[in-house]
């Protein structure tokens, strides 16, 4: 996969784009990326102005379309592949793992990244989608970018280890994870569960979808009724009574 991103602040991208699991991941050939500078395109003149004020007054700056449609048209012509274009926007569809899955089958993704007081209303004709990673403001794009660029990165095949990794994890099942422990088995008067110890598979793989179960009642129980989602009578009777035990205990 090929990730291009526009943005008028490209080196905060390295530190991260360049460390950990996306740095290994484009070590291995698996991911390309490339963070490119949106006053590159800037207007003529020693200011490489890309923003003005906006039409109608009112406080900040726009960013203007000429310098964002000239980014896309050359920054796509670097790659045989034609883009998925996301302009990330505090009014665009909440970024799931569902999209993030998505997205992660796709060849090459080019990211626009707002900033200042928003951008001209033609930037969104050059989007495939609008991506908002949660209800409340940034400075700018970059920081979202960045989650969405690591969240479908980690989902390429070869990125990470265990084949049941991803499987496992938080929203991909539609449920919270389970809880996790490793040594040592006793520590502060807090133990591991008896039967992470107990080497029973069947046993373990039980606890461990009984406490998903749990963990996403208690915390995300909005979770549970969301499509997809599908509980057999017994695991929703073992909810419903776990709660009421919680409930009563506190």
């Known amino acids: 996969m090929r990730i291009d991103v526009v943005t008028a602040f490209p080196d905060v991208f390295e530190p991260i784009m360049g460390s950990a699991m996306i740095g290994i991941a484009r070590t291995k050939g698996v991911l390309e990326f490339a963070a490119h500078d949106l006053r590159d395109w800037a207007l003529p003149g020693v200011h490489r102005q890309i923003d003005d004020s906006p039409y109608g007054g009112g406080s ?7 310098p964002v449609f000239e980014a896309v048209d050359a920054v796509s012509s670097m790659d045989a592949r034609p883009p998925f274009v996301i302009l ?3 009014q665009g569809e909440r970024f799931t793992q569902g999209r993030a899955e998505d997205l992660a089958g796709r060849d090459r993704l080019l990211i626009l990244c707002g ?3 928003g951008f001209d209303e033609r930037i969104r004709s050059l989007a495939d989608l609008e991506l908002s990673i949660g209800d409340y403001v940034l400075t700018g794009g970059e920081l979202a970018a960045m989650v969405v660029a690591d969240a479908v990165t980690r ?9 049941t990794s991803i499987e496992d994890e938080s929203f991909t ?16 008067d807090m133990d591991v569960p008896e039967v992470l110890r107990s080497g029973d598979h069947g046993r373990i793989a039980r606890w461990r979808r009984e406490q998903s179960l749990l963990r996403t009642a208690r915390r995300r129980p909005d979770l549970l009724e969301a499509d997809g989602i599908e509980l057999t009578d017994t695991e ?3 909810i419903d009574r776990a709660l009421h035990e919680h409930a009563e205990d506190e």
């Open 115 to 117: 900033r200042y007081e």
């Open 236 to 238: 929703r009777r073992f």
């Open 155 to 163: 989902l390429l095949p070869g990125v990470l280890g265990g084949e």
């Open 60 to 66: 900040g700056m726009v960013l203007r379309p000429e």
């Open 88 to 90: 990330m926007s505090p």
């Open 173 to 188: 099942t539609g449920l919270l994870e389970y809880p996790h422990y490793t040594r040592p088995a006793e520590y502060r």
